[in-house]
């Protein structure tokens, strides 16, 4: 893996930061922690749009044909600027579709901008569990869905939702379907979060599902297929989080060279300048390590242990950035009128998101034994 940029991904990442400082200020983030607000940042939604973000990973149905890593760097400004999480609920139904059901009609819909989405597809709490939480029955020509969702994000403004249920064929043996949940059959009740951000409990008790709206019926869904998404949804988000806590250090870093104290700025102030060299490292460290993880996500590698230690990095590292910072500014971070706190709320559900730091250890530990029973088979055989 290039540690590098190449002059077309530097010249789209320093686009997509001027399309995010004019679309997504922070005015627009505290907009949107207000339930009565829009969901749909609908200026930002159409330059979105208009620069084919929603499209970029999907490259048999767009024309431009992006990679997963150039999406990433979506991600990454868009972590700057606190991008809405709509956004990216979005464009993950669309790569969940891609690789499920590449001829679903959603698809183009979803290219061009023209839906809101989300999906859950595995454990809000430990993206490596992909074990659905539905049951479902067929009835006729209808799927008969029966279970609960929890934490799943963007619920209540999504016009469909991808989750997947367990299923026994007529002999008993048990696959796992995808069902496209349409707006009209979404029971969603927001949860008050401490990030005042948009997570739902989602009752889909009783809800019929036409064969139409489900994907691989007949075959189920490969294992491998599931965990790849899951894998790739948090990887993304972990460039999500090294682009937050990048824009944390040169908040910080304005503030520290514009703040005087004893008649001299405080950025000149050694013990300062060692917490942001401090900062920088971990950022750097978590940044490399996301580009890790989806790079070879791209290649088609599910990528487990790259994927967690990418989420273990990015979960310390913006902790640790947003920490230091509120230290930095003297406290005063953690007032409302002031804009640091939306990044550390932001940092503290994402840490939270797809598995804290018991989590991704608990997965490393997993990943490693299961390759050392691999490695014992394998001097064992003949």
Not at 266 to 283: C, G
Request: net charge neutral; proline share 4%.
């Amino acid at each position: 893996m290039k540690a590098t940029l190449s002059y077309e991904q530097k010249e789209f990442v320093r686009s997509l930061r001027r399309l995010f400082a004019d679309e997504c200020p922070p005015s627009l983030v505290r907009e949107l922690q207000n339930p009565a607000a829009n969901p749909k940042p609908a200026s930002l939604w159409r330059q979105l749009t208009k620069v084919g973000v929603f499209e970029l990973a999907l490259s048999e149905v767009s024309e431009d044909g992006g990679t997963l890593f150039d999406l990433g760097l979506v991600y990454e400004e868009g972590g700057r600027a606190l991008c809405p999480t709509i956004v990216y609920t979005t464009i993950e139904l669309g790569l969940a579709l891609f690789r499920f059901a590449p001829a679903s009609k959603w698809l183009p819909r979803v290219a061009a901008g023209e839906v809101l989405a989300t999906s859950a597809l595995a454990d809000a709490g430990d993206s490596s569990n992909t074990t659905p939480s539905l049951r479902a029955e067929r009835h006729g020509s209808k799927w008969l869905l029966c279970g609960f969702l929890d934490f799943v994000p963007n619920a209540d403004a999504a016009d469909v939702l991808l989750t997947t249920a367990r299923v026994q064929d007529r002999s008993g043996v048990p696959s796992v379907l995808a069902f496209l949940i349409p707006r009209e059959a979404i029971k969603a009740q927001r949860r008050l979060t401490f990030a005042r951000d948009t997570q739902c409990r989602v009752d889909l008790n009783g809800v019929q599902i036409d064969r139409t709206h489900v994907l691989a019926e007949g075959v189920g869904l490969k294992q491998e297929d599931l965990h790849w998404v899951a894998n790739a949804t948090t990887a993304l988000h972990c460039m999500d989080m090294a682009g937050g806590a990048q824009a944390v250090i040169d908040r910080t870093v304005t503030f520290l060279k514009d703040r005087h104290q004893f008649g001299r700025p405080i950025a000149s102030f050694q013990a300062a300048q060692h917490h942001i060299a401090n900062m920088h490292i971990a950022v750097e460290g978590a940044r490399l390590a996301a580009y890790s993880a989806v790079s070879l996500l791209g290649k088609n590698r599910t990528a487990e242990r790259e994927t967690a230690i990418a989420k273990l990095k990015a979960n310390e590292a913006y902790k640790f950035v947003t920490l230091t910072a509120h230290q930095l500014h003297g406290g005063m971070g953690f007032m409302r009128e002031f804009d640091l706190h939306l990044w550390s709320e932001r940092a503290k559900a994402m840490e939270l998101r797809h598995g804290a730091w018991d989590t991704q250890i608990r997965r490393i530990a997993s990943e490693l034994t299961e390759r050392r029973r691999e490695e014992w088979v394998s001097h064992q055989a003949p």
